[in-house]
């Protein structure tokens, strides 16, 4: 992948790419701020702001600075109703929430994820060059967390998992188990993109099937069963938009690695075969996390029946939970290890982002949100396989993201330090799904007095 020249086709200097690129400062440290470990003993991470929060802000006020001296890119009108309406459903959600002052946090949350980063990435992102330097941020971010996880597991110092110390949790800790996970995984898809990407020189696609194959390790010792499902659905797509014979190389490498290291070195092996089977036992023999999952889907339904338009206001499943919950569900989840004594978390959403909507925001809210992410969707897969071939890479990149995040929603929902990718990766899908009015507009270079290399239309990514 590499970075945008200059007008000339030189590479530019140091001082000449700050110049150029600085806006996108806070985006690449909203992601790679990411490495920060939490303190040991912070498992409870609801409500508060850590650094990647706050260079999510500071990305949002340069592009409110940036757009006041116009110096954006100009959105469709189709692009305006996508990353608007949900704030219209938000504030419905908050307005007729049965505390509207306690739903306010939450108000502005949602705001942030899902209105104001994205909105902030569409509009500051100029071409291909910047939405892969966005994209290498998230591979960097996996790599460090991911090559954390495996020492945890070698060294039996991770979250505690089935009574032993081996759960690959990176720097987020047992408080947050899943953000790992989740990290790692957006790191493997953006490195399978890049390695069947057909636009791209081979040695930056060998790099990228490399990296790829090292990522595989860290996700299968996170123990997750709901980001082995998403990732593997979101990197066959993948596959599969890049080409058949593209796909069957790397699924063949892929075995391959999953025999060497599960089978031939024996990592993990009981406990991954035991997870791998408990995901066909979700219906016959759930285990107690798959029975909490199932009462509180049916308390989120049993909410949403009883405010079918409007929910019960944002940050109101936890009240509401035990009124529309079975005596099936456990008091809370155990966590403990890498650091951190034995705690138990409460239950306090449903673990499934479309019913959390519902049952917060109801059939409004969810229209709103889901109904963008469904045109999204559908604009980024018609781009994808009618589009440039030069950035086809981007476009692998922005729809794998979007569909592992999509896929990942059934199991999960926002929460945790990690919750701020959610909005960056609706932020690369919707600038890639939405491509600007005009494809060769240029930008004025702020300070230079320049304008921006203009391209042949479509070159720019747009």
Avoid at 25 to 50: E, F, H, N, Q, R
Avoid at 336 to 348: F, K, N, V
Avoid at 358 to 366: D, K, M, P, V
Wanted: proline share 6%; hydrophobic share 50%.
């Amino acid at each position: 992948m590499s970075l945008a020249v200059s007008p000339f086709g030189a590479r530019p200097d140091t001082a000449g790419l700050l110049r150029r690129h600085w806006p996108l400062l806070p985006l690449a440290a909203t992601v790679l701020l990411l490495l920060a470990p939490i303190a040991a003993g912070d498992a409870s991470t609801s409500g508060k702001v850590g650094p990647a929060d706050a260079a999510s802000l500071l990305l949002v006020l340069v592009c409110a600075v940036q757009a006041l001296r116009g110096r954006v890119r100009e959105l469709s009108p189709l692009g305006v109703a996508v990353l608007g309406v949900p704030a219209v459903g938000l504030a419905v959600a908050t307005a007729t929430a049965g505390d509207p002052y306690a739903a306010l946090p939450g108000f502005v949350r949602y705001l942030q994820v899902f209105v104001l980063v994205p909105a902030a990435i569409v509009l500051l992102v100029r071409d291909a060059g910047e939405f892969r330097l966005a994209a290498g941020c998230f591979v960097v971010l996996a790599l460090v967390q991911g090559a954390v996880g495996v020492v945890q597991f070698a060294t039996h110092t991770g979250a505690s998992y089935q009574g032993q110390d081996v759960r690959a949790v990176g720097t987020f800790g047992p408080g947050d188990v899943m953000g790992m996970a989740t990290v790692v995984a957006y790191g493997l898809i953006v490195a399978t993109a890049v390695g069947l990407a057909p636009g791209l020189p081979r040695r930056v696609r060998r790099i990228g099937g490399g990296v790829a194959l090292l990522l595989v390790l860290p996700l299968v010792l996170s123990f997750s069963r709901g980001v082995w499902i998403a990732t593997v659905g979101a990197a066959v797509l993948v596959m599969l938009l890049a080409g058949i014979r593209r796909a069957l190389k790397v699924l063949l490498a892929l075995a391959a690695a999953g025999v060497v290291l599960v089978g031939g070195l024996g990592v993990g092996s009981e406990m991954v075969a035991e997870r791998l089977t408990s995901i066909t036992q979700v219906s016959s023999a759930p285990d107690q996390s798959v029975t909490d999952r199932y009462t509180m889907w049916a308390a989120a339904e049993s909410m949403w029946r009883e405010r079918p338009a409007v929910g019960v206001g944002l940050k109101g499943f936890p009240a509401n939970r035990d009124g529309h919950s079975s005596l099936g569900l456990s008091s809370g989840s155990d966590t403990a290890g890498a650091g951190q004594a034995y705690i138990r978390q409460p239950l306090l959403s449903p673990h499934n982002m479309y019913l959390l909507v519902l049952s917060e925001q109801g059939l409004i809210g969810l229209t709103a949100l889901a109904g963008g992410w469904a045109a999204l969707l559908v604009a980024g897969l018609r781009r994808c396989v009618t589009g440039d071939s030069a950035l086809r890479d981007c476009g692998l990149i922005a729809i794998g993201l979007f569909v592992w995040q999509l896929t990942d929603f059934l199991y999960a929902d926002i929460g945790g330090p990690s919750t701020v990718l959610t909005g960056v990766i609706i932020g690369l899908a919707a600038w890639w799904a939405l491509p600007a009015p005009h494809a060769a507009e240029a930008v004025p270079d702020g300070g230079a007095g320049r304008p921006w290399a203009r391209t042949a239309p479509g070159a720019d990514g747009r």
